[in-house]
DNA sequence: CAGTTTAGATTACATGTGTAATCTTTTTGA
DNA sequence: TCAAAAAGATTACACATGTAATCTAAACTG
């Protein structure tokens, strides 16, 4: 699987956040968050299209472009491997560590009670 | 936070799981699961302790190497980094990522659900 | 039409990382 | 005792990444 790196990870989302767009305006939309030149964001764009995350189609003199990845694949890849070199490829460990230091809110032990509640639901379905 | 790169994790989760060692240990250890030269896990210890990673003391001629800080202290780091950077500092949508591409066992469902539960229990507790 | 702006392409340069090899010093075995 | 082995220190070198600047060609502007 392709690997993002953070700097470009920050260009992926404003394409995984609306697609296709021309480098102008991704520059504009990251320079609200991220202090970096244009060039800079443009050095960000031909990397990620040589590395095949992003294709581009011309308009004019400019292009426009768009993710070749959808953002919940990519989660699902980089969360995979992250959990897997930490926490022995299970997410419980992982969910446990954040419990174990307090930074589970309320709210968030009821979305996981939710969750875990639906997934069994599941379960008795098939 | 101190960064640890891949390959330098694999040393530290050799120290993780006992310490203090000398180097010609770790190296043994270490070629048991990686295809690394000796003078290649040198250079990882070195890196180690100039990141503050590792701290050594003398043992003869040799240096006996043992972690600054506890696994659980890195994971939890780095746990919240990553979960900050793609699911907006959430565990649950990781989670719920992983659910989603069935990538949750029977067993990883019930042992979510336990977890929960616990924490529902101590929630009433305070 | 010529100068300026602008798009993308190419080049740059420091730091981190993977993966060692060489150097220096000390110890040890023949 | 003298060469070989071994420990750590230093150096190496390619590729990735952060962060741009420069180059080139096209388009727009006065």
């Given at each position: 699987m392709i690997e993002i790196s953070n700097a470009e990870l920050a260009v992926m989302k404003v394409l995984w956040h609306e697609a296709p767009l021309p480098a102008a305006d991704i520059v504009t939309r990251l320079q609200q968050t991220q202090d970096w030149q244009a060039k800079t964001i443009k050095t960000l764009l031909n990397r990620l299209v040589q590395k095949g995350a992003l294709s581009f189609e011309q308009q004019g003199r400019a292009y426009l472009y768009q993710p070749t990845i959808a953002e919940s694949d990519y989660q699902l890849h980089a969360g995979q491997s992250f959990v897997q070199r930490?926490?022995?490829?299970?997410?419980t460990p992982l969910v446990a560590t954040f419990a174990a230091a307090e930074q589970l809110s309320k709210d968030d032990i009821a979305e996981l009670k939710a969750l875990v509640a639906q997934l069994e639901q599941e379960q008795n379905d098939v």
């Amino acid at each position: 699987m392709i690997e993002i790196s953070n700097a470009e990870l920050a260009v992926m989302k404003v394409l995984w956040h609306e697609a296709p767009l021309p480098a102008a305006d991704i520059v504009t939309r990251l320079q609200q968050t991220q202090d970096w030149q244009a060039k800079t964001i443009k050095t960000l764009l031909n990397r990620l299209v040589q590395k095949g995350a992003l294709s581009f189609e011309q308009q004019g003199r400019a292009y426009l472009y768009q993710p070749t990845i959808a953002e919940s694949d990519y989660q699902l890849h980089a969360g995979q491997s992250f959990v897997q070199r930490l926490f022995a490829g299970k997410v419980t460990p992982l969910v446990a560590t954040f419990a174990a230091a307090e930074q589970l809110s309320k709210d968030d032990i009821a979305e996981l009670k939710a969750l875990v509640a639906q997934l069994e639901q599941e379960q008795n379905d098939v």
